[in-house]
T-cell receptor, first 116, second 116 residues
Framework: AQSVAQPEDQVNVAEGNPLTVKCTYS??????LFWYVQYPNRGLQFLLK??????LVKGSYGFEAEFNKSQTSFHLKKPSALVSDSALYFC??????????????FGIGTKLQVIP | GAGVSQSPSNKVTEKGKDVELRCDPI?????LYWYRQSLGQGLEFLIY????????KSGLPSDRFSAERTGGSVSTLTIQRTQQEDSAVYLC??????????????FGPGTRLTVL
């Protein structure tokens, strides 16, 4: 079975500082990995996705994530945090093994608080 | 273009009543998903539709929950005899397809269901 772990319930970072939101995963085959952001009272918005190729994936709003196969991680990063980045961030994984549709499994989310 | 829309945005009902939640996916998207998001929980997969294939109902928590998708477009999630534990935000998402480059899910704003 596939799973996603977001070990931090909340991450606090000062505005202008770099931020990291951690994610580790477990799948039987190779993974597709996603990051989504959820602002208050809104649905989830897609940030970025890893399929294959370059391990560093760049996404919306200046975010990027690095796929690390040996550590089974896909941490979300941004060089300089903005107050407007404060939101709930979800990591998700899908197994790419053959055999039809594979569900996407979401983590429980990490609340990012950027302090002015 | 228009994103995924859901209605109503908020629904308050009494225990034991039936409710219907509606989702309009992005035009041309063949796959549609329903999730439930409870306070402090991640996204719980409920059901998935892909084209004319039989839906994946493996996430429905009980037989009080059902969903249909008419004409490959609009979907309705029905909860019969609602219980207080059904209170949550119900999120709908759609994707262009289910392949690696088409399975990115785009979410609606959600319906907040409160069962009194």
């Amino acid at each position: 079975a596939q799973s996603v772990a977001q070990p931090e319930d909340q991450v606090n970072v000062a505005e202008g500082n770099p931020l990291t939101v951690k994610c580790t995963y477990s799948v039987s085959g190779n993974p597709y990995l996603f990051w989504y952001v959820q602002y208050p009272n809104r649905g989830l918005q897609f940030l970025l996705k890893y399929i294959t190729g370059d391990n560093l994936v760049k996404g919306s709003y200046g975010f990027e994530a690095e796929f690390n196969k040996s550590q089974t991680s896909f941490h979300l990063k941004k060089p300089s945090a903005l107050v407007s980045d404060s939101a709930l961030y979800f990591c998700a994984v899908r197994d790419t093994r053959s055999g039809g549709y594979q569900k996407v499994t979401f983590g429980i989310g990490t609340k990012l608080q950027v302090i002015p | 273009g228009a994103g995924v829309s859901q209605s109503p945005s908020n629904k308050v009902t009494e225990k034991g009543k039936d409710v219907e939640l509606r989702c309009d996916p992005i035009s041309g998207h063949t796959a549609l998903y329903w999730y439930r998001q409870s306070l402090g929980q991640g996204l719980e997969f409920l059901i998935y539709f892909q084209g004319n294939s039989a839906p994946d109902k493996s996430g429905l928590p009980s037989d009080r929950f059902s969903a249909e998708r008419t004409g490959g477009s609009v979907s309705t999630l029905t909860i019969q005899r609602t219980q207080q534990e059904d209170s949550a935000v119900y999120l709908c998402a759609s994707s262009l397809g289910t392949g690696g480059r088409t399975d990115t899910q785009y979410f609606g704003p959600g319906t907040r269901l409160t069962v009194l």
